[in-house]
């Protein structure tokens, strides 16, 4: 049995994706053109967002944000504790320094009691400024985003949504972008919804700064706004305006997810029934199975995730360290998680849970 089983679902939608790939050679449009501008729209579309910028990672949907913002050396970033270690490596990457947010024991999401502490304690520290929150939607479910975009606004703080693993996950029926300013994806294969390589993405309903963040991805070529400051009229890759990176998503990519978004809202109904279903077998044999914060609804991605690794040990926490992280870090431990794993095989997970919990 596979722990996510990427063969299953290619199986189910070969015909489309292989056409879809053929599109992408027949035109020799590798790189950005009518296929990513098409996934972008369904994409926004699926994501009830303004814009949708694709580029090359998730990683690189967090970071050109940051950069976007000019978040650099003296400013601290919050993020939790327990998460991927891309949530935080961008903060070193821009220059500026994570400062370590405690979760909660029950769903694993940031903590907005630990974050708003650790917000206090920089400022009374007065070394460094504190300027962005990166919350994430760890193993699929949305973090507290009413609690956490409110000590965003208090304190003037940018919140950025990591989308890298819930990327499709609700709270009250409304997307974690009703709450942030960015929500970011990662395309990469075996997130929910994943690409055959690496892939992101950035939403945004603001308009300058999806302007800004489309200059970024393209080695800060000029935005319609630097255009007509500039009177410029020529190709705006062009003209560079700012220090940028290449983070674009490739064409194959954005045809391969165009496919796979289709399937996508069905595959997460699906998600959720096999979750129901190892929370009934489970629920009474396991310590915990997980819960979903209040009117939370979860993507059910599925990942044993380490955080805390040594080279991070020099960046501040909140006051008083990250008790719950520390503690639940070992105890950890995910299920195989797909949308196509069979009623057969959730009965053996759920069978072999039991049997080493007694
Ligand atoms: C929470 C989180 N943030 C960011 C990322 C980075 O995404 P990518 O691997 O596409 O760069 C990942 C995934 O790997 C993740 O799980």
Same mark, same amino acid.
């Given at each position: ?75 601290? %970033? ?11 490596? &961008? ?7 994570? &400062? ?223 008790? %719950? ?23 053996? %997970? ?9």
């Amino acid at each position: 049995m596979n722990f996510i089983d990427l063969a299953a679902q290619r199986d189910q939608i070969r015909p489309q994706i292989e056409a879809a790939m053929a599109r992408v050679l027949n035109t020799c449009g590798f790189i950005m053109g009518p296929e990513v501008t098409n996934f972008e729209k369904s994409l926004a579309t699926f994501a009830g967002a303004k814009h949708a910028l694709a580029c090359a990672n998730g990683t690189d949907a967090l970071l050109i944000p940051l950069r976007a913002w000019n978040i650099g050396p003296g400013d601290a %970033v919050f993020v939790p504790s327990f998460t991927f270690v891309a949530s935080a490596e &961008v903060a070193p990457l821009v220059g500026a320094s994570p &400062v370590f947010v405690d979760v909660l024991p029950d769903t694993y999401n940031m903590d907005p009691a630990s974050l708003e502490a650790a917000i206090l304690d920089v400022k009374k520290q007065g070394k460094l400024k504190p300027r962005a929150i990166i919350a994430v939607d760890l193993f699929g479910q949305p973090a507290d985003y009413p609690a956490i975009s409110a000590i965003a606004k208090k304190h003037g703080l940018k919140l950025i949504a990591d989308q890298a693993q819930g990327f499709g996950c609700t709270l009250n029926g409304k997307q974690p972008l009703d709450w942030a300013d960015v929500a970011t994806a990662s395309f990469f294969p075996a997130k929910p919804l994943g690409c055959y390589g690496d892939g992101g993405a950035i939403l945004t309903n603001d308009d300058s700064l999806a302007g800004l963040i489309d200059s970024i991805r393209i080695h800060g070529k000029a935005s319609i706004e630097d255009m007509a400051a500039k009177k410029y009229d020529n190709d705006p890759r062009y003209l560079n305006m700012r220090i940028g990176v290449n983070s674009r998503l490739d064409a194959l990519q954005a045809a391969i997810l165009s496919e796979k978004l289709k399937i996508y809202p069905d595959e997460l109904t699906k998600r959720d029934a096999i979750a129901q279903r190892y929370n009934a077998g489970l629920g009474p044999h396991v310590r915990r199975v997980p819960t979903v914060i209040a009117g939370g609804f979860s993507n059910w991605a599925q990942y044993t995730i380490e955080s805390e690794q040594d080279v991070y040990s020099v960046y501040p926490t909140a006051p008083g360290g990250l008790p %719950v992280t520390e503690d639940i870090r070992n105890r950890v431990m995910s299920l195989p998680m797909h949308p196509y794993l069979s009623e057969a095989d959730q009965a053996l %997970v759920i069978d072999a849970v039991r049997s080493f919990n007694g």
